[in-house]
């Protein structure tokens, strides 16, 4: 016992449950993540080609994982006043971002990735957890019946 004695020791614990607003944080975050390397590739005039890990079965019964493409959308486009919007969805839901305001106006293609960058660091300050909230439960919502 000689050795643990020159450490100090604790009596803290992992958590095991993360609680629900930090998960739809996190995936919040990672789709503008997505988004962020989207708009840097349609900059470069390249393509974004997310993946992501699907189970297939053989003919032989055999179960393997394999890596296929993702399709991602961009979540920017023009609007009516020929000027460039982002909206943020959060699944199939656009995020309500002030009292009727669905969409970010964008000065110009180049300022994409510094706007989606602001909009994820106001996600992981909790600025929009209530419009989150609200996007989670209308989802929820069309699931039961």
């Known amino acids: 016992m000689t050795t643990l004695s020159t450490l100090k020791l604790s009596a803290a614990q ?5 609680p ?4 739809r944080r996190i995936k919040l975050v990672q ?13 470069a005039g390249g393509n974004y080609a997310a993946k992501k890990m699907r189970t297939i079965t053989d003919a032989d019964g055999v179960r393997k994982q394999i890596e296929v493409g993702k399709r991602v959308k961009a979540w920017w486009f023009t609007a009516d006043n020929g000027k460039l919007a ?8 656009v995020l309500e971002l002030a009292k009727g305001k669905y969409a970010v106006e964008v000065a110009a293609e180049k300022d994409l990735v510094a706007t989606l960058d ?28």
């Open 14 to 18: 992992k958590t095991t449950h993360v």
């Open 20 to 23: 629900q607003v930090q998960q």
């Open 31 to 43: 789709r503008l993540w997505e988004q962020t390397e989207l708009a840097k590739a349609h900059l």
């Open 86 to 93: 982002l909206c943020v969805r959060y699944g199939t839901k």
């Open 118 to 145: 602001v909009i994820k660091a106001a996600v992981l300050a909790g600025e929009l957890d209530t419009a989150i909230d609200a996007a989670a439960n209308k989802l929820k919502a069309g699931f039961s019946k």
